[in-house]
């Protein structure tokens, strides 16, 4: 069996990539930095009470352990782990989080092609599992955003929309008579008899995972671990000097929510702008802190979320290739395969 082992190329896009998201993050960095006060966001920084990271990384790898869980039990569930053990399984999640800095976080199909090279799953069974978890932890964002509503009534008409898309969606998708006219339909287009076996693979496996007692275990789930980075976020908010109530919880909560779903929605490389600008703002907004304090609390924990992620994501590739044995290079797989 084909295993896995990056190579010049793959190790060379991933690169690119990386440091493209790198330089557009810096670039949001000073921009809002700037329009901050340079020298008092520095500032913030240089008292910021980092005594307090540890804790604000343990909510994050909390976070990532409880996410791990999702994707082993989507995996296990079917029937897709063979040759997988849990450490595998483990660091193949953990290097998906590289590619936390594509559109949407979709460049985590980096597992399917993982996975493939492993026990040779096709790509188009596992990578809706990568869809699901984004689905998924897209609701868990709404629920948590809807803690916190209240505090922000010009949010209710976003939160409406994405709910009712959301609901919308996973009905379409339960509807088979439906979704397999239309794959008839594709089939009998010029191109569509190549393509129509790979999507109905697709649509049964995402038929599967939104089922409603699996969506309700993995929602749970993600409800959960993305708590653990509301609890972070409000532990900077204690680093910059906010006092602790259950009100500046309850913002927290609402305010790295929120950002997040903007930053998902916008589909733009990890959310890179959108998420800052409305973390910024909606700080400012809510708990009233000042524009350097707010913006010094959006580096943090876009630090130790978003690039700790990937950071760790690249430990775990590097990992995975000296476990395994034979050179492959993953770039040249036809990635036409997810369809």
Not at 27 to 34: D, F, G, N, T
Not at 38 to 64: K, S
Not at 144 to 149: C, D, I, P, R, V
Not at 264 to 275: H, K, R, T
Request: aromatic share 10%; proline share 4%.
């Amino acid at each position: 069996m084909k295993q896995y082992k990056p190579t010049t190329s793959l190790r060379a896009g991933l690169r690119k990539s990386i440091l493209t998201s790198l330089v557009i993050g810096l670039a949001v960095v000073i921009v809002i930095s700037l329009f901050s006060d340079l020298r008092a966001v520095g500032n913030d920084l240089r008292t910021f009470d980092w005594l307090l990271l540890p804790l604000i990384l343990i909510g994050t790898v909390i976070n990532y352990w409880l996410r791990w869980l999702k994707w082993d039990y989507y995996l296990r569930y079917l029937r897709l782990d063979r040759n997988i053990d849990y450490p595998t399984s483990g660091l193949i999640f953990t290097a998906g989080l590289v590619m936390s800095v594509t559109p949407g976080k979709m460049g985590e199909v980096l597992k399917s092609f993982l996975l493939r090279q492993r026990n040779g799953v096709p790509i188009s069974r596992s990578a809706p599992i990568v869809l699901a978890e984004r689905l998924t932890d897209g609701i868990a964002m709404l629920l948590l955003m809807g803690l916190g509503l209240t505090l922000y009534p010009p949010a209710r008409p976003l939160f409406v929309t994405l709910v009712v898309a959301t609901i919308a969606g996973i009905v379409v998708v339960q509807r088979q008579d439906l979704a397999f006219a239309l794959l008839r339909l594709i089939a009998r287009l010029p191109f569509g008899r190549r393509i129509a076996p790979r999507l109905e693979t697709v649509y049964t496996t995402t038929a599967q995972l939104l089922h409603w007692r699996i969506l309700l275990v993995s929602t749970l789930i993600s409800v959960i671990s993305w708590g653990f980075e509301c609890l972070a976020f409000f532990v900077v908010l204690m680093g910059v000097g906010s006092e602790p109530s259950w009100l500046l919880l309850l913002q927290a909560t609402f305010i790295f929510a929120a950002s997040t779903l903007f930053g998902l929605v916008s589909f733009l490389p990890g959310g890179l702008g959108a998420s800052e600008v409305s973390s910024v703002g909606l700080l400012i907004a809510l708990v009233g802190v000042s524009a350097s304090a707010a913006t010094t609390a959006t580096i943090v924990i876009r630090f130790c979320t978003l690039w700790f992620g990937v950071l760790l994501g690249v430990i775990a590739l590097a990992w995975l290739g000296q476990r395994t044995g034979t050179e492959d290079d993953l770039a040249a797989l036809d990635t036409s395969e997810v369809v």
